[in-house]
């Protein structure tokens, strides 16, 4: 093959080349083997310096983590984050998210022309912007809305947000589906019964809640 003999000419006239300078071949040979070396050294260096930094940074952080946790394990900590959490929702007013929201119009949305009275404890802080937030969906769901003031309600439903219709065992379809959005929307309520509304079988009782 042309090819195969081409090569092993070009091999045979360079091997007299090296066999006639044999020390020019090898310094060569040198110069190019420490310039590969020193290319691959400055290489894995930058690399090596670059997890070096971040094996740093991430000790860094454990020790900062380490100093804020005081010593306590992690199940302590969560447990921190959790009593926390409880005392801003304790402080932070209470309302309805755009979720909730949606999710109550999801049940609701089959049935209107009910009479309801949504009541807020004038007493409780954020009551009265609380029952509007309900008094207001109900309204755009065809629901036939009062909303009243009391101050000292006679219940006090721990969760903070009562359901009272007259008879908890002959529920109407529309208390049940409040009861049901409410469920759907994760909203904690209460269900008392041998009570009727000024204007409504149903009321929708707005005051603080109870803490434990």
Not at 68 to 86: C, F, N, S, V
Request: proline share 5%; net charge neutral; charged share 25%.
């Amino acid at each position: 093959m042309d090819w195969v003999e081409e090569v092993g000419k070009w091999i045979a006239g360079e091997g007299r080349v090296i066999l006639q300078a044999p020390v020019s071949f090898l310094v060569s040979v040198a110069l190019v083997g420490v310039a590969i070396f020193l290319i691959l050294k400055a290489f894995f260096k930058e690399r090596i310096s670059v997890l070096d930094a971040r094996l740093s940074h991430a000790q860094e952080l454990a020790d900062d983590y380490k100093n804020k946790l005081q010593g306590a394990t992690p199940d302590e900590a969560a447990g921190a984050i959790r009593e926390l959490q409880d005392r801003v929702r304790a402080i932070e007013p209470r309302r309805l998210t755009n979720d909730q929201r949606q999710r109550m119009r999801e049940v609701l949305g089959r049935l209107s022309g009910s009479t309801i009275e949504v009541v807020h404890d004038g007493a409780c802080p954020d009551a009265n912007g609380y029952s509007m937030a309900f008094a207001h969906l109900l309204g755009e769901m065809g629901w036939r809305v009062s909303t009243p003031m009391v101050i000292g309600p006679g219940m006090r439903p721990p969760s903070g947000l009562a359901i009272a219709i007259p008879d908890i065992k002959a529920q109407t379809e529309h208390a049940r589906a409040l009861a049901e959005a409410l469920r759907a929307a994760k909203i904690e309520f209460d269900l008392y019964g041998q009570h009727r509304g000024r204007e409504s079988e149903i009321t929708l009782l707005v005051t603080a809640p109870i803490r434990p």
